[in-house]
Structures are given as C-alpha cells and as structure tokens.
C-alpha cells in the first residue's frame, strides 16, 4: 500500500481500486460545473418553453417578428428564446376624464369647456373600454388608451360645443352621452388600434364658478316651479272641463227645448192666422171689428164703453156684459 493510500485512510477516503487504482477518490471539478450548468439550461428551457393564459386574458404569440393571437385560456406551450409572448388584458376597464379617478380632484384643463351659446361648464366623464384585438392593441399604436383618451376629449368638446349650457347640466345629459359615444366608436373604427368603446358617462356636470352655479340652481328652481304651475293647471283644467262640459250640455238641451217650443208655437200662431185669414174673406167687416174687440180687450181689460142716447139711455157697448147678474141690473138701472 503507498503512502497515499495510507494517507487517504487515516482522513476517511479510500481509492477507486482499493488502494491499486490511479486517481486520489475526488470527483472532477470540470465534469460537476458542466453538470450543473446543464441542469440550469435544462430549467431554463423548460421554464420558458411554457406560459399560462387566464380567463380574461389573451395573448400575442410572437415567433422571429410576426404575430399571432392566442385566445384559449390554459397552459400553452412555445419554443424559448425564439417565441415571445406578450399579454392583454380583455376585462372592461376605465378611464377619467376631466378629474383624478384616484382623489377626485377636478382637472380644469381636461373639464372645462364651451357650450353653443358661449358659456362655460366644468364636465367630468367616465370612459370604459375594452381590448378587442390583441395583436392589433400591441402592435397597432405604441400607447392605445392614450389614443383613446385623446379621441374621447376631442369628441366632448365637440358635441359639447353643439348644446346650450342648459341641457347640459339638466335635460340633455343622456341624448349628450348617446351622440359622443357614436362619434367615438366611428372614429376608433377609423384608427382601428384594437381598442373598443364599451360605455361613457357623465360623472358631473356644473358651472365653474360658485356664483354661477347658485344662479343655476336658481334657474332650475324656478324651472320646477314652472313645472308644478303647469301640473297644478292641468289638474285644475281636467277637474273644470267635465264641469262645464256637463253645462255646456245642459245649456244646449235648454236650448234645444226653447227652439222646439217657440217653432210649434210660431206653427201653431200661423195655423190661427191662416183660419182667421179665411174667415176675414168670408166676412171682412165682421171679423175686423172682431179683431178690434179682442185687441182692446186684451190692451185694456177694464175698459168700458158707454152710449148714450138723446133722450138719456145709457147701453154698456163693451164689454159686452152678462144678461144675468150685477151687469144687467146695472144695465138696466142705467136704463131706467
């Protein structure tokens, strides 16, 4: 046995070949760092020869410069160092204009603007959108939601500048969200940068000075004055209507019975004409003292007509008196 192998013993080693063999019982130093490096590559590689997609996410596979969507969720698999992947987001997200979504606090020079008959107004609104494409929202534009956010300023101001302040801080809020939202929908249709409009609001909407804002409110006050003037008066009129209808009714039928009355009465005063037209022909002289009698009768009920005579008799003419009773006996007294 040498030295070496006595020496090897005596620290805890022995050889190979039981103290025959060459070598002095260590492992190489060369063949454990190409070993180790070896393991490390191979986890390299199989840890980026993988990638995960969630359910609200899809992917842009990129392979030497070109891109393709991958839009399953689940594991998938890619080749490292040759394959990248990019990821987005597809959940609706949002956007503030005109304020800070993370204080609130107003942002004057993205809120206030012009409305059509020269006043100013502060707006605030709130843009949610969504990532329709994903190749085309990573390759499309360096920065989609900026394009975004400068699209739907522009289009604001625009439908802004068209309305009187009026409607847009009371009546017109909604036809005013409907009208930016197309126009903002067309124009990403036109910058196609992968990017889709979901919905925009109108968070708030005042005037940009405390005293305007209490003439607003004064304004909209005497607005819903107005309005309860107009209801009470409608009411009033609904109750009133029936009422006279019912008069108005009431006075037609009254009418209507007068009109009948005095048409058979005129019908019946013609009758009594005609026959006494007839009866004038027969006998004109007659039936004209007639008619004298019975038109001084009814002038004058209580006159009398009295004749007398040259020797002093007096006859009552008219009224022509009963030949029994008070006017006989006055009769004759007068006779006599």
Known sequence: MTKDSTRNRKNGFETVDGGHGIGNGRFPSGKLLGLIAAIVVLLALGWNSTYQIREQEQAVLITLGRAQAVTTPGLHFKIPFIQQVRKVNTTIQGLSIGYDSSTY?????????????????????????????????????????????????????????????????????????????????????????????????????????????????????????????LNNANKYRNEQLPKAQAQADGIIKDAEAAKTERINEATAQVARFNAMYEEYIKNPNVTKQRMFYEAMEEVLPDLKVVIESPDGNMQTIYPLESFVGTGSTEKRSAIN
């Open 105 to 229: 606090e107003s942002i004057t020079s993205d809120s206030l603007m012009i409305t059509s008959d020269y006043n100013f107004v502060n707006v605030d609104f709130y843009v949610e959108y969504r990532y329709s494409d994903p190749v085309k929202a990573v390759y499309a534009s360096q920065n989609p939601v900026e394009i975004l956010k400068n699209i739907s300023q522009s289009c604001i101001r625009t439908v802004i500048g068209s309305y009187p302040v009026d409607e847009v801080l009371t009546t017109g809020k909604n036809e005013i969200q409907a009208a930016i939202r197309e126009m903002i929908v067309d124009r990403l249709e036109e910058q196609d940068i992968g990017v889709q409009l979901v919905n925009i609001t109108i968070q708030d909407s005042e005037p940009p000075t405390t005293e305007v804002m209490e003439a607003f409110k004064e304004v909209e006050t005497a607005k819903q004055g107005k309005e309860t003037a």
